[in-house]
């Protein structure tokens, strides 16, 4: 246990490293004393975990200095790098009896202290780190000093294989200088030139993993299978398909850290990408190469999953993931036994969630089961159902906390996939009358995937909405959702599905409340995010039921709210801010039709005035770099996104639903918009000329975009 002198010397050292770091100037003087102070310190830390602590903010210490320049002339002396490797490199290198008791007894927390991108410090990760700050200074002599020390432990291990953790460390030892540049998601972007990585792993690291005898040496085998990871983007693609295999047989290992090593290597090669064409990044091991190994791969995955005496493993479920993903395309021979296991893996942890990263990744495992499936054949939904709604309808009425924001994202997906015209089904109906319930709604970390799910029944089932009477329903949930700052974007998200998918006779009786309730909440509160809001949901309701209708539903509150809210609310919100994408291109739709089918903006001065500022508004949008108007949503990848759990609301990634246009008939809102002010010119015959100058005087930039749009679509504007 770790004594009241040792926490003292920690926090000492602690401090020296801010001085070091933070306040370098005036603790110059006092440098060289301190650090000797701390190398002696060092040079009598024992290998006992107690002084771990103490350890690891000394060799800390020790990098920040021998890594800068200015400090060099500290580690200069002859032998002192010599030093630092027999005193202090290769003792925290090499294994002690703790870390062997915690490989075989307390697996999770050697991973944590072990795995390439844990947050956790360790005397190794230290260790690893000055050696590559001393690469940074001194390269060619460490490079020397530590192949002399790495071929000695090996020639020691050839010739007594029971010297295993000579091998061990002299893995570490390559892994400290071999790596110039690096990131735990990409791996290794550059290695030190004086040594040769791929010789080693020929070498050493190959003819271990291909050990018939994979319980032989265990260790070893881990620290192998995290130089196959950490060195994954120097491997060709034939090298990967010879290491799959390997670790594929490793996933058998009786030992935890063994197979989890091997499941985090698989799925780290499945995210390692190579150059493709027109500069973008495409997989190394993509789902063709990955396809003759799947049915082992899976074997050994799930053969950990089921094995009730080992703890969940996050990592064994986030490669079940990836291998799913990755092999998307080749998934219908294995998906239903994949999907049992997946099954009854939720079955075993809606018992009792202990581990929110395993659970997510076994969630997104099955959403990107029902996206690669379904989105083939829309009729695998059936099965879906069949296999999910009732262990989801379990965890439902269990109130499983942790899991139904999950299951609601997942149900809305299998909605989304079924076929056009196939309605609701009985199960989904007679689900959507509880999911009304205030208490639901309650609960914050339910709204995201409750609103997502309520869109996707509008989206197929607007016709049994109706029928059954619950629109009432929907609104007041919206009315909740809109008195909140928290959850009013999500009140919107109801309102853009009410009016895309429902039947215009069904909500327009109730669309002067919905707008009394819109202003009121403006009155209140008129945040550069709720402006935004809603002047997005009326540039909707005017793309699809036309200016008219919109100036007259505002007038049945007030005579020329409708403009009011133009000049007061709206064009300041357009001038100050650009919408991107989707919205972007809704409000070019709504602002051209205010410009070319509203003759009340054209009836005195001031509304003329309101008619430049919308043209000035519209063609800003379109001719801005920022709206990206012509690319519906941002282009992401999904090997390169990071996914995993947060306790607010942990979305599904491969759930997410796909941007939806509103107005899919309009292909380019910027040539559409000059064809109909040229027709409108031409019936106004010169008398829109003076607006249109007065609309883009503020900007040169919009002048030539508004003359480059009349060209590419072979019109004039007089």
Known sequence: MTGPIDNVQVAVVQNLNLYSNKDEEPFLPFLPKFTSLV??????????????????????????????????????????????????????????????????????????????????????????????AMCRQFEQQTTAICSQHVNQMLIQFASDKSQWKMKDCSIHLMLGIAIRAESSQFGVSQVNDGVNVMEFFSAHILTELQEPDMNVRPMVKATCIKFVSIFRNQFSKEQFGALMPLLISHLSSQHVVVHTYAAAAIQKMLTSKIDGPNNTKIAKFGGAELKPFLGNLFTGLFSIVDNAEWNENEYVMQCIMRALNAAKDYLLDVVQIVLEKLTAALGVVAKNPKNPQYNHYLFESIAVLIRSVAAKDAAHTTAFEQFLFPPFQHILQMEVVEFTPYVFQLLAQILEFRPDGSGLGSAYLSLLPPLLTPALWERKGNIPALTRLLVAYFSKGSKEIVQQNLLMGILGVFQKLIASKASETYAFDLLRAIILYLPQEAFMPHMKDIIQILMMRLQQGKTPKYVGLVTHFFALFVGKFGSQMFLDQLDQIQPNLGFMILTQVWIPRLQTATPTRLEAKTQVVCLTELLCKTPALLADSSKREIWSQILGCAVKIIVSPDSHLNSLTSEGNDDDVEIGYDATFSVLHFALRPAIDPFPDIIDSGATLVQLLSQLCAAKSGQLTPLIQQGLQSDPKMNAGLESLCRKAGVSLV
Not at 116 to 125: H, P
């Open 39 to 132: 190398w002696n310190l060092l040079m009598n830390v024992t290998a006992l975990a107690k002084h771990d602590a103490i350890a690891t903010i000394s060799i800390r210490f020790l990098s920040g200095l021998v890594g800068k320049l200015m400090h060099k002339n500290l580690f200069e002396g002859e032998g002192t790098l010599a030093e630092i490797f027999g005193k202090i490199v290769i003792p925290n290198l090499m294994i002690r009896e703790i870390d062997e008791e915690r490989f075989e007894d307390d697996p999770q927390e050697f991973i944590l202290s072990d795995m390439e991108d844990s947050d956790t410090e360790s005397r190794r990760k230290c260790t690893q780190e000055l050696l590559r």
